[in-house]
């Protein structure tokens, strides 16, 4: 780094941490950082820091990393370089560029080590050599001047500051050329039209820029600049004029016209010329012709084509540049007229009219129902004009779908409800005689409607065939209408029924006169039925459909029945108990392969099978085998009931302390479920099968179960007699314990018992687990448990759980630790504390106060190291400890101790 051109001055505050230091650079064009002879602006702050005055130990990427909190941008913190001509201001105080040397690793305060203050001086610019007979650095066209940037004046490397301010100097024309300077440096003139006078206007004007700095750099550095401004030509602001074909032989458009007039072009410098060669229509003689008549254009156009849609014809006006500035070309204008055709009418001649019958078409083009103008011999046909014609619906019962592009209409998807008169409407826009993409044009538009008329008929319904029924089926029962046996649509429903319909019945050829209420014959076996339903409307429209359809003969087979039979019943036959009007020409099925020849079945209770047995009469069936009539089929459920059983007499001993016992759990295990149970003791009351034996004395008490089988059957009994047993309650006292131990409910004594649980509260049912640690002030409650399982009253003990360091305890913790690796004595042993404070918390601090270890039951015993900010992992040296101990429970004030550490 050329640092041998840098003025440069150093100051320096002596601290262990946040020290400050100053590097001028007043002139940064010079800088050369790899001194190959071509300045590049670039310093790098560690060589800035090293090569300064006093520093005796010089840094590195090591000792910390540039930060820059305001300017990142012209910083390169991975190699401290800094980028002195992207800062775009000179300095205006010391510290304006201010850069940190952080070390995150440094007990520094937010890790700074060192602030280097970059005091860099002014920087005016250089602007672009002068050039022309002016000398001005720069010459622009008025056309593009708005707002022009007078930082473009200047060579881009390096820029000027940015902070600098400007000013007008004065220009060689008249003052009020100038017409403003922004504090941006934003710079606007106008440099005035002076009609066939100077064919290169132009001024020129001087500017001053000035960047202020700050000791020990010049206060101030100025540079002065000169602008020119060529006034650029203007052919004029030119008019689009669109005529219609009408407008024309109104005379609207006979007289000559002079393309100079306002009217036309406006703005043009009079220096300018009309182009004939341009003008296909030779109204333009000349350069300097400017006069033409549309009505002569129009009737040229005419006479060459009758049918031209639009034309455009286009006059140039053009201004020669009077610089050889890009920026100031030639202009030209161009006066345009556009001569559009009009549309010409067309009609329906008459409404179409069509039946939505079976006879319709498929659909309707309406273009057919126009008819368009003719002249000379050429038909203007605007059907296929889809890009600017449309067809829409005017009016109608429904809106039917109609594309609105072609003008087809598609009479299938249509149905009686669509039936009516419809009128639609098709509309030419008067762009389809447009000129290219104008998409303008001054003439009218043209539309017609076109009425249809769609008639309904008298709707038939659907063809219905190949039904069949059994004679049941209600919908064939007599007297039957034959219009509610046929489908329909759905769309166009109702069928009609008036006096324009006819049913002929098509396998006798005879005429129905009564479809409403026509009676079907006896069937035998089964019959075909085939008719013909035909409609007519006054307009012609005709419909028919066809119905068939088979019945087929039915047989029964009676119908279900439920019986219960008691297994002391005797022998009876099945279809004797069979009800309803069975057919005797079925045969039975039963439970385990019951089965029968003929109607007769006979059933024994004390040997059968209780079940569903079925009785089928045969299906009647079709031709190819489907089964029509499903036979008759009726089913007896036979419900068997044995002889009811209560079980075997029997005693238990039960505990007062369970409480409440079920009855049912008592009973035999051949007993039946479903009884009653009967309190002998007390007048054979009934009772429920719930006894709360908490309510009763000890003793033996007798309950009866009773069960009742099927009405048909005998009630049958056992006895249940329960001997209630009660436990005495036991003897404890309160107890204390030292909270070093962590003593458990295992550690609980009570006496006068086989045996105790203990519980947390006196209504729990869930005895405490022995292992459980034993708190401070808790009361515990005990029950007695005999050889049994039975539990007596509960009753209440207090423990006490003595503080560390109470007389009645021994201390154990130690005094000291050691941490030489042997396994021996090498943590800060707690004994059994964390069990009996839980939430507890550790401190340890070395002789000075600072902490060194924060421990919880969730922390690794301390072991010599240090857990804490600052020293964390730190293996701490030989010497006295403190410790605090706070237990957390909200009831035993911390303790404190000391113990040595020896390594």
């Not at 659907?462 to 329909?488: K, W, Y």
């Not at 409609?535 to 087979?557: I, M, P, Q, W």
């Not at 131990?741 to 947390?760: C, H, I, M």
Request: proline share 6%.
């Amino acid at each position: 780094m050329a640092f041998a051109l840098l003025i440069s001055c150093f100051a320096k505050v002596h601290a262990q941490c946040d020290e400050v230091v100053t590097y001028n650079v007043c002139d940064m064009t010079i800088v050369d950082k790899d001194a190959d002879g071509t300045p590049d602006g670039i310093i790098n702050l560690y060589d800035v820091y090293n090569a300064l005055p006093g520093v005796s130990t010089p840094i590195t990427s090591a000792s910390g990393t540039w930060f820059d909190p305001n300017y990142n941008f012209s910083l390169d913190v991975s190699t401290g370089d800094l980028y002195l001509w992207d800062l775009k201001d000179a300095s205006v105080d010391i510290d304006s560029y201010q850069f940190q040397l952080i070390d995150t690793s440094s007990a520094c305060p937010d890790g700074i080590k060192t602030r280097l203050n970059i005091v860099l001086g002014p920087f005016e610019g250089k602007p672009l050599p002068p050039a022309g007979v002016n000398d001005a650095n720069v010459t622009v066209c008025q056309a593009v001047l708005a707002g022009f940037d007078l930082f473009q004046v200047f060579e881009s490397q390096p820029s000027p500051h940015k902070n600098g301010v400007w000013e007008f100097v004065g220009n060689m024309g008249d003052p009020s050329n100038f017409k403003g300077l922004s504090v941006e440096g934003k710079f606007n003139a106008e440099i005035p039209y002076e009609p066939y006078g100077d064919l290169v206007e132009f001024d020129v004007f001087e500017f001053k820029y000035t960047v202020y700095g700050v000791s020990p750099c010049d206060s101030e550095k100025v540079s002065y600049f000169k602008v020119e401004v060529i006034r650029d030509v203007l052919s004029g602001e030119p008019s689009t004029y669109d005529i219609c074909e009408s407008d024309i032989l109104s005379g609207m458009w006979d007289a000559d016209i002079d393309l100079t007039d306002d009217r036309f072009l406006v703005g043009e410098d009079v220096e300018g010329t009309w182009k004939s060669a341009f003008d296909p229509t030779n109204q333009i003689s000349n350069p300097a012709d400017s006069n033409i008549n549309i009505r002569e254009v129009y009737d040229n156009l005419k006479s060459s084509t009758s049918n031209f849609g639009c034309r455009e014809f286009t006059y140039t006006y053009s201004v020669e540049a009077r610089s050889s500035l890009t920026d100031c070309p030639s202009k030209e204008s161009e006066v345009v007229f556009r001569i559009y055709e009009p549309i010409k009418p067309f009609y329906q001649v008459e409404p179409l009219e069509v039946c939505l019958d079976d006879n319709k078409p498929a659909g309707i083009s309406l273009y057919n129902e126009l008819i368009f103008t003719t002249e000379n011999g050429i038909l203007y046909d605007y059907a296929e004009a889809s890009s600017c014609s449309s067809w829409s619906f005017v009016s109608g019962p429904s809106d039917i779908r109609i594309d609105t592009d072609s003008g087809y209409i598609d009479l299938n998807i249509l149905t009686q409800a669509n039936a009516g008169t419809y009128v639609f409407r098709y509309y030419v826009s008067s762009l389809c005689n447009a000129c290219g993409t104008s998409g303008t044009s001054p003439c009218d538009p043209q539309f017609a409607n076109v009425t249809i008329i769609l008639l309904p008929k008298n709707y038939a319904g659907e063809d219905t065939v190949g039904m069949e029924f059994c004679e049941n089926d209600p919908l064939i029962a007599s007297p039957l209408n034959l219009f509610s046996r046929l489908n329909t649509n759905s769309i166009d429903d109702p069928i009609y029924q008036g006096p324009l319909g006819t049913w002929v019945d098509n396998i006798s050829g005879e005429t129905i006169t009564n479809p409403t209420t026509y009676e079907l014959p006896e069937v035998k076996g089964s019959q075909l039925f085939d008719f013909t339903y035909s409609t007519l409307t006054d307009k012609g429209c005709v419909d028919s459909a066809n119905l068939s359809f088979t019945v087929y003969e039915e047989y029964t087979a009676g119908v279900d029945t439920l019986l219960d039979v008691c297994d002391n019943n005797g022998v009876f036959d099945l279809f004797d108990e069979l009800e309803g009007n069975p057919s005797g020409t079925g045969t039975w099925t039963g439970p385990n392969g019951f089965v029968t020849t003929d109607y007769k079945a006979e059933f024994d209770p004390k040997t059968a099978d209780a079940g569903v047995y079925t009785y089928t009469v045969p299906d009647n069936v079709t031709p190819e085998g489907t089964t029509m009539c499903s036979g008759s089929e009726a089913t007896i459920t036979v419900t068997l009931y044995k002889s009811p059983s209560a079980g075997e007499d029997v005693a238990y001993d039960v505990c007062r302390s369970d409480l409440e016992i079920d009855l049912i759990d008592y009973l035999d295990d051949t007993a039946n479920s479903g009884g009653v149970f009967i309190d002998v003791d007390n007048g054979n009351s009934p009772i429920g099968n719930l006894l709360d034996v908490s309510q009763l004395v000890a003793g033996v008490y007798n309950f009866r179960y009773e069960i009742q089988g099927h009405a048909s059957c005998l009630l049958d009994t056992a006895l249940i007699e329960i001997t209630i047993s009660e436990v005495e309650v036991p003897t404890a006292s309160n107890q204390t314990f030292c909270a070093v131990d962590g003593e458990t409910v295992n550690s609980l004594v009570a006496n006068n018992g086989y045996d105790f649980n203990w519980y947390d509260t006196a209504i729990d049912t869930t005895p405490l687990p022995l292992g459980t640690v034993l708190i401070n002030g808790e009361d515990y409650f005990v029950t007695a448990v005999d050889e049994n399982g039975c539990e007596s009253p509960k009753i209440a003990m207090t423990v006490t759980i003595l503080p560390f360091g109470d007389d009645n305890c021994e201390s154990c913790i130690k005094d000291g630790i050691s941490v030489n690796g042997d396994n021996v004595n090498d943590v800060f042993d707690l004994c059994n504390l964390p069990e009996t404070y839980p939430n507890f918390e550790l401190n340890i601090h070395n002789r000075y106060g600072v902490t060194v270890y924060k421990g919880t039951k969730s922390t690794p015993l301390f072991s010599g190291k240090s857990n804490v900010s600052g020293t964390l992992g730190k293996q701490l040296s030989s010497g006295v400890y403190f410790y605090v101990f706070d237990p957390k429970d909200g009831m035993t004030k911390p303790f404190q101790g000391n113990f040595y550490l020896s390594k």
